[in-house]
């Protein structure tokens, strides 16, 4: 028996969010008195895996993972699965872990909780996890019934601990000869923002307060200056005053960094879907009865053109006193 | 070109949440229910573009109880051919999945559409099960899809940026935002879609792996603490010294 832990390698180290999945894996081996077993695709510096938590590290070795092909990926970890004897299997609910977990799932027949957000509760023969629903309206506790339990961990639930520990590395060759996917690669656009919005532990978001795409160079001083991502509301993606990726909401994608601050936001139930799992939220907005304030911890009445330019100044007079 | 597109039903997104049974069950008395946004927008309507682009059907297919008839009526105003409706609780997603493939398998669909998730659970695992259980390559995140000799062109998203993938038909695809722009049905549509098929099937038995044993709902922030527009200084004392968040 043994928990294994699917890591990813992104810029040329292991995710933050891979490290996030590690340690839940490893809280969870501790409970089910086993080790945590991570594996990975790709050579980079490994040590962060063991000081995470993980035991062994299993390379996975096969020329066809060159593209992360969820048939190729799927079988690979399963084949490492069987080899471990591994009844938890961890993702990181992120692209990869929403292509590959619920096929892995599948093979395996395994019950799986996509986007959990706390650890599992296991005694005797129950293991629940709670994840939201109702697009972070509600939290559900699941239980799953099956022998093997697949869980993909939201991003941003838990901070990553790192601590003196290290991993044995091991290559683990997979025979995927049976598999042919007719998927191919074409073409890759790299994202040009150096902060990836999920992992992103500060965020920056403006909306059609802003008044035009043109205005968008103060929202980016602040983000800048605080080390921050950015992200915006649905009608700023939509009329293409900032790209889709950038869309947070319901309908865009989910966030919960530690700190979201939005700015010319009105705060519609559909915008709140996808960041009301921020830690602390910050509300910038010249209308006092803007709804967004009944969601946040910390509010501005102003205008944005006025303040942001401000809060920029503040913030570097923080950083250079730190 | 043969398209099954995957909708499910959903509570409007204004919806209010509430729960009964001692919080193990959704309240959906007094509920608007839509097509899934995912689903709807994105999927379903690229679809119903290359079929009038190139020919071909639109079928949709959703896992559910009767009461969401007038939601699958709703797809096939929007211009789906027809609907394929399995009568069973869509409570497990490998369930879901297994009852849509049993269906699918022998079809000859060409091209199978889902949504990249559903604003009710939140799952986005559907499409991918499917794909596993049909044995068929998978795209998820796809924001934009063109289909030619018999090759479908998927850009989606990825980690750190998009990828453009091609791939053979048959596959599955889970559509993001992108896709398409959203259509409201006309009254022409509205007319013909009482009249479309909407073939009811019956469910075969499936493995339930997973269930739900509560509910809550998540906490809101009580107080909003306001700093004064002239003293912005202020948020940034507070988010170091209070809120810990910088
Ligand atoms: C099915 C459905 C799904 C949706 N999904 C999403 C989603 O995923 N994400 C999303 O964001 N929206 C979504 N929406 C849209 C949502 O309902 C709102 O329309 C949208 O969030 C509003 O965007 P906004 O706050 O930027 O713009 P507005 O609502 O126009 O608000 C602009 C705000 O800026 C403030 N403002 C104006 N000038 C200034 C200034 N100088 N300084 C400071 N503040 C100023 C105004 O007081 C106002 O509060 C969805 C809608 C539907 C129907």
Redesign the interface.
């Given at each position: 028996m043994s928990v294994l832990i699917y890591t990813e390698v992104s810029k040329g180290k292991v995710k933050k969010s891979s490290l996030e999945a590690v340690n839940y894996g490893s809280r969870i081996a501790a409970q089910l008195n086993t080790t945590a077993t991570a594996v990975i695709v790709g050579d980079v510096d490994l040590s962060d895996l063991g000081k995470a938590g993980a035991k062994k590290v299993l390379k996975l070795k096969n020329d066809k993972l060159a593209r992360l092909d969820s048939q190729y990926l799927s079988s690979a970890i399963e084949q490492a699965a069987n080899a471990e004897g591994a009844t938890v299997i961890i993702f990181a609910h992120d692209f990869t872990g929403k292509e590959v977990a619920p096929r892995l799932a599948t093979k395996l027949k395994a019950g799986i909780v996509a986007g959990a957000v706390d650890n599992p509760v296991i005694s005797g023969d129950s293991f629940t996890v709670k994840k939201n629903v109702f697009s972070g309206k509600a939290v559900a506790t699941y239980s799953l019934h099956s022998a093997k339990k697949i869980i993909s961990l939201l991003p941003n639930s838990f901070p990553v601990e790192l601590k003196d520990g290290s991993a044995e590395a091991v290559d683990f060759a997979v025979n995927l000869d049976g598999i042919n996917s007719p998927l191919k690669v074409k073409e890759v656009k790299k994202d040009t923002s150096e902060l990836n919005l999920t992992d992103a532990e500060l965020v920056v978001s403006a909306g059609r307060g802003m008044k035009g795409p043109e205005n968008w160079g103060m929202i980016e001083d602040l983000a800048k200056s605080l080390g921050a991502a950015t992200a915006c509301s649905r009608p700023v993606a939509d009329m293409d005053w900032r790209p889709h990726h950038e869309h947070v909401g319901q309908t865009g994608i989910a966030i919960r960094p530690d700190l979201y601050i939005a700015i010319g936001i009105s705060g519609a139930i559909q915008h709140l879907a996808g960041v009301n799992g921020s830690k602390t939220i910050v509300v910038i907005n010249s209308d006092k009865e803007a709804p967004f304030f009944k969601s946040a911890d910390y509010g501005i009445i102003g205008d944005a053109f006025e303040i942001v330019p401000k809060l920029t100044e503040a913030v570097k007079k923080f950083k250079a006193n730190q | 070109m043969k398209i099954l597109v995957c909708i499910s039903n959903v509570?409007d997104?204004?919806?209010k949440?509430s729960?009964t049974n001692n919080n193990t069950a959704f309240n959906g008395a007094g509920v608007q229910f839509v097509i899934n946004?995912?689903d709807e927008?994105y999927a379903l309507v690229r679809a119903l573009e290359l079929k009038e682009a190139q020919g071909g059907s639109v079928t949709i297919i959703h896992v559910g109880a009767a009461d969401s008839e007038p939601t699958i009526r709703k797809g096939l105003a929007i211009g789906a051919d027809d609907a394929v409706r399995i009568d069973a609780e869509p409570n497990d997603?490998?369930a879901v999945?297994e009852q849509i493939a049993a269906y699918a398998k022998d079809k000859g669909f060409d091209l199978i559409l889902a949504g990249?998730e559903t604003?009710?659970?939140?799952?986005?695992?559907?499409?991918?099960?499917l794909?596993?259980?049909m044995n068929l390559?998978?795209?998820?995140?796809a924001?934009k899809l063109d289909v030619a000799n018999n090759v479908a062109?998927i850009e989606h998203?990825?980690?750190?940026?998009?990828?453009?993938?091609?791939?053979?038909l048959p596959?599955v695809i889970?559509a993001n935002?992108?896709m398409a722009e959203a259509r409201i049905p006309n009254m022409r549509g509205i007319m013909a879609a009482r009249t479309k098929p909407l073939l009811q099937v019956p469910a075969i038995s499936t493995?339930?792996?997973?269930?739900?044993?509560?509910?809550?709902?998540?906490k809101?922030?009580t107080d909003?603490?306001?700093?004064?527009?002239s003293t912005?200084?202020k948020?940034?004392?507070?988010?170091?010294t209070e809120?810990k968040?910088?």
């Open positions: - | 509570p997104t204004t919806t949440i729960f946004p995912f927008w997603a490998f999945a990249k604003i009710s659970y939140n799952g986005s695992m559907v499409g991918a099960m794909a596993e259980l390559p998978f795209v998820s995140m924001t062109t998203d990825i980690d750190g940026g998009t990828e453009v993938a091609e791939c053979a596959l889970a935002k992108g493995d339930k792996l997973t269930s739900i044993s509560l509910f809550e709902l998540s809101g922030r909003c603490k306001f700093i004064d527009a912005p200084e948020l940034i004392e507070l988010l170091h809120a968040a910088i």
